[in-house]
């Protein structure tokens, strides 16, 4: 399935976690507020039961989200622990 960015539901989930993360970058030592993405922790395509649950996006400047472009599961346990200090 494609992501469609006018849904209603991707909307809703992409301004939940921007909110939740106060509209910074979540990467350590980043904290940018600036061209802000909403990563899915876990992908898009391999976990459709979570794409628009909060707990599985986390708040990435563009920079921070393309750094880690293709080694996205060596991050899953870090954004894990920075979500988890935030509930």
């Known amino acids: 399935m494609k992501r469609h ?24 030592n980043c904290k940018s507020n600036k061209n802000l993405q909403v990563h899915h922790i876990q992908t898009w395509a391999n976990a459709s039961s979570l794409r628009y649950d909060p707990y599985n996006g986390i708040t990435l400047c563009k920079y921070c989200h393309s750094s880690i472009k293709g080694k996205e599961s060596h991050y899953i346990k870090t954004f894990r622990e920075i979500i988890d200090g935030k509930i």
């Open 5 to 28: 960015y006018e849904d209603p539901a991707y909307k809703k989930f992409r301004i939940d976690v921007l909110k939740r993360d106060n509209f910074k970058c979540q990467m350590p």
